[in-house]
């Protein structure tokens, strides 16, 4: 009887044992799956925010270079004697600043609050260099535009490289 009990407890001791190991190991495994998943998360709402912020990132500056391009035109139609040329592009100014404001209102949105300044900087160098060229087109020698023109074309061209230079820090990818 002795044996029967001894066998008996041992093998009560061996169940509780493999029981309490097991729900151990379940609740291991169950934390291990919970911290993998919140960290799968946080990685992927990190690359959504990165997809993010690259893309409107991308938007001013494409939209920054096209306007630059269109006031380069303006400036040629102008040299080449085409005054109507330049004032239609011009026409549209209100329409491009408004544009272009709406992609800065992006960039600040995406932030990080370290990127504010560097895209309000480059918004305004457009911004200026367009009325600057307005007011060259108003004035008593249009045809010197390159000339007039160069310092607020270097402003725009250096706060480009700083915002590129910027959002490169930012995503990491500089």
């Avoid at 729900?23 to 990190?46: D, N």
């Amino acid at each position: 009887m002795l044996d029967n009990t001894l066998v008996l407890a041992t093998g009560v001791l061996t169940a509780v044992t493999a029981l309490s190991a097991s729900w151990v190991t379940s609740r291991g495994a169950i934390r291990t799956a919970r911290v993998k998943a919140q960290s799968e998360a946080l990685e992927a709402r990190h690359d959504r925010l990165g997809d993010s912020r690259r893309a409107s990132y991308a938007v001013l500056l494409n939209y920054v270079i096209d306007m630059r391009w269109q006031l380069i035109a303006a400036m040629n139609f102008v040299g080449a004697g085409d005054a109507a040329a330049a004032d239609a592009i011009m026409r549209t100014r209100n329409k491009m600043v408004a544009e272009l404001h709406r992609h800065e209102t992006a960039v600040l949105l995406e932030g990080p609050r370290s990127l504010n300044a560097v895209a309000s900087a480059l918004t305004h160098a457009a911004v200026q260099l367009m009325l600057d060229m307005e007011r060259t087109l108003n004035g008593p020698q249009p045809s010197d535009m390159e000339t007039l023109l160069a310092p607020s074309m270097d402003r725009l061209s250096h706060a480009t490289d700083r915002f590129i230079q910027s959002a490169q820090d930012v995503l990491g990818t500089a």
